[in-house]
């Protein structure tokens, strides 16, 4: 059984079927691509799976339990951390908070520890900045850490909703649309980054991601949507010569 | 490498200074008491309610970015419980008890007004902005309408319309100044802490605070209690100062006024909203002297901070949170914190 299992997915906004029949699976230290034109359900996938929509069919099932229905604070806490297409930090916030309140779900100490600043809220909140540091070490970002995360430049700002995600220590990572409007240099590095995320934090990776250049060289797998239809499921190499994707992006040819 | 870590006091001298400021309070107040302007001592008095409402308040609006325009609902709630609580067992409360029981019946003025919180707070916290302000605003008003309408329950006087009066005076420069000090410290503590820190997360974005596991409604419930517990507190204190309670003094112009401290000092800086308070108690009564100008000059000066400094006297910055200074940590510094 995979990780992350999804059964016959769907849902309906009013009249409008904006998914059907969505089929997947993902397991541990894989990194798979969720891709197709503009309109055609990728982000409402990560919304249900996130708990941000119910699906009006189908399941979502986490390490065999089922979390559909569950709001997004609880799935994230059963393991799953997601960034978003138009970045979500806590803008007015340092750079070092955003990823502290990664950690937050793990504070022990109680209520009356934190007023009295007791031993071990001292020693917990140390830990949890060290780690925190450590991980913007990993991302680039510790020079910036007493910044406000809205001072940072797109691609840091991009950089570090994962870094984010990643606090929360999660089993799978979506990333949506990771590297819109980034510069190519940016790209290659994020290419990079999200490889040794994978590698070092053993998780399974799921991406939405328009740049063709790099879904096709670092996913395993890929999934085309169109329409809130699933069009194709392949390696990226059988993804480029599938008649049924190039007529989904380009149009079918005439003759 | 090592990593970076701010340098700061001991905690313990951090705590024991608390401590020792809110015991140097009783002789400093009984001196107060005895020598200064009753006037003076009065204003003096009333800054410390203000610090706590606004504080409180901030802690809703500012902190959690929830508009509130309720505070004054919920200072009415925590006055009228105490008023009408020591009026009656006043003459109970003689010697030694009297401050015990003050204490007693002050918290518990602020735990009523908690439990109304968490009642209005569940339902009304799902809506947003301007609708959760407007929301909040008529609970104020029904709270003082309700008030209006009771004479009194069993053999407790309310008052009324006409007003709940001979109110036993305790309230003094300590009482005030004490509930400041941990009003200020505990809503301080708590958001400049690993708990805390989701608060600020709920206000600057609540779908990425939710997609990071933050029970995002837990915790507009927690600021919306904590902040109404500490204006029942300030309401308690307020009943025992001037002795006189009317529905009339909590009406919205009162939440508004609060609200005003919150803007004015900078929403989501605790060190903003008292000086903020302070300002603004002091303001009107330098003014009082312009007479009839009065609320015209008041709110001129309103409107010119405003386009000075839209993001008032502080922002979202505090004045102990100075840059930090980067260390090298090592096991010295461990056990260090602000």
């Known amino acids: 059984m995979a990780m992350l299992e999804i059964k016959n997915l769907g849902i309906d906004f009013g009249g409008l079927r904006a998914l059907t029949g969505f089929d997947f699976a993902l397991d541990q230290g894989e990194l798979v691509g969720l891709i197709g034109p503009n309109g055609a359900g990728k982000t409402t996938v990560f919304n249900i799976v996130t708990g941000v929509y119910s699906p009006s069919a189908g399941d979502v099932q986490l390490r065999g339990a089922s979390i559909t229905g569950k709001k997004p604070y609880q799935v994230n806490r059963l393991g799953i951390a997601r960034t978003f297409q138009n970045v979500r930090l806590f803008g007015g916030l340092s750079v070092l908070d955003n990823v502290l309140i990664g950690f937050n779900r793990s504070v022990a100490h109680g209520f009356l520890g934190t007023l009295v600043r007791s031993r071990k809220h001292q020693m917990e909140e140390h830990a949890q900045e060290d780690q925190a540091i450590e991980l913007l070490r990993e991302f680039d970002l510790v020079d910036r850490m007493d910044d406000l995360a809205r001072t940072l430049p797109y691609g840091s700002q991009r950089r570090l909703e994962i870094a984010r995600a990643l606090a929360t220590a999660p089993r799978i990572l979506m990333l949506d649309e990771p590297a819109a409007g980034m510069n190519p240099q940016e790209k290659t590095d994020l290419m990079e980054l999200i490889h040794s995320v994978r590698d070092r934090f053993q998780i399974g990776i799921w991406l939405i991601e328009h740049d063709m250049t790099l879904v096709m060289s670092i996913c395993q797998r890929i999934t085309v949507l169109d329409h809130g239809e699933t069009i194709a499921v392949g390696s990226p190499r059988e993804i480029q010569d599938n008649d049924k994707v190039i007529e989904a992006y380009l149009g079918k040819a005439e003759v | ?338």
């Open chain 2, 1 to 338: 490498m090592p990593a970076l870590r701010r340098k700061s006091v001991p905690v313990w001298t951090v705590n024991s200074a608390i401590v020792i400021l809110i015991a140097a309070l009783w002789p400093i107040s009984s001196a107060f008491d005895k020598y200064m302007d009753n006037y003076v001592l009065d204003v003096l008095i009333r800054m410390g309610f203000a610090i706590i409402l606004a504080v409180s308040l901030n802690l809703i609006n500012g902190i959690t970015g929830q508009f509130s325009l309720g505070h004054a609902g919920f200072m009415a709630i925590g006055a009228y419980t105490g008023g009408v609580l020591l009026k009656h067992y006043q003459n109970d409360l003689v010697g030694m008890i009297l401050p015990v029981a003050f204490v007693g019946v002050t918290v518990l003025g602020g735990i009523t007004a908690a439990m109304v919180g968490l009642v209005v707070g569940i339902p009304t916290l799902r809506l947003r902005g301007d609708y959760l302000a407007i929301a909040t605003l008529g609970f104020g008003e029904i709270i003082r309408v309700v008030l209006n309408q009771i004479e009194s329950i069993g053999s407790f006087e309310v008052g009324g319309s006409a007003g709940l009066h001979d109110i036993p005076h305790i309230a003094n420069f300590f009482w005030s100044g004490a509930w400041a000090i941990v009003c200020v410290v505990v809503i301080a503590r708590l958001v400049y802490s690993a708990k805390g820190k989701p608060f600020f997360a709920v206000r600057e974005d609540e779908i990425a605070a939710g997609a990071m596991g933050i029970d995002t409604t837990n915790y507009k419930v927690a600021a919306f209690v904590i902040g109404a517990f500490f204006a029942g507190v300030a309401g308690v204190l307020s009943a025992t100062l001037s002795g006189n309670l009317d529905p009339g003094d909590f009406n919205f112009v009162k939440s508004i006024e609060i609200v005003v401290m919150v803007v004015l000092g900078g929403s989501g800086s605790i060190t903003g909203s008292i000086l903020a308070a302070i300002l603004l108690t002091y303001l009107p009564e330098q003014l009082r002297s312009f007479q009839d100008w009065r609320l015209v000059i008041y709110a001129l000066l309103l409107i010119v901070m405003m386009l000075v400094r839209p993001e008032g006297l502080l922002g979202n910055r505090e004045l102990w949170r100075v840059r930090r200074t980067r260390v090298a940590s090592d096991a010295a510094n461990r056990g260090l914190a602000v």
